[in-house]
Nanobody, 118 residues
Framework: QVQLVESGGGLVQAGGSLRLSCAAS????????MGWYRQAPGKQRELVAG???????RYADSLKGRFTISGDNAKSTVYLQMNSLEPEDTAVYYC????????????WGQGTQVTVSS
């Protein structure tokens, strides 16, 4: 059984910051990538940022410079530091973990709400 526990969401004013955390536990196997996606009402889920276990990162082009992803391999945890938040960043943020052993598989967290007020 694999669990992804997300935390750090909430309500913040425009210009503020939040830090999301996602910790993977259970029979997680060997992780290849961890990342964050978000889904706003009426929109498709989209990539926010991803990080590999050797530290390579990627970001949605529109978010570069404001969001920073980092990871702690020993704790199977990924973080998302979000700065200069805008009302358009309001969404449910989901953690995603991709494993490659003992099989290729993908796990999703339950989501954490981020609301940015203007």
């Amino acid at each position: 059984q694999v669990q992804l526990v997300e935390s750090g969401g909430g309500l913040v004013q425009a210009g503020g910051s939040l830090r999301l955390s996602c910790a993977a536990s259970g029979s997680i196997g060997r992780i290849n990538n961890m990342g964050w996606y978000r889904q706003a009402p009426g929109k498709q889920r989209e990539l926010v940022a991803g990080i590999t276990t050797d530290g390579r990162t990627r970001y949605a082009d529109s978010l570069k410079g404001r969001f920073t992803i980092s990871g702690d391999n020993a704790k199977s945890t990924v973080y998302l530091q979000m700065n200069s938040l805008e009302p358009e960043d309001t969404a449910v943020y989901y953690c995603r973990v991709d494993i490659y052993w003992p099989r290729r598989d993908t796990y999703w967290g339950q989501g954490t709400q981020v609301t940015v007020s203007s």
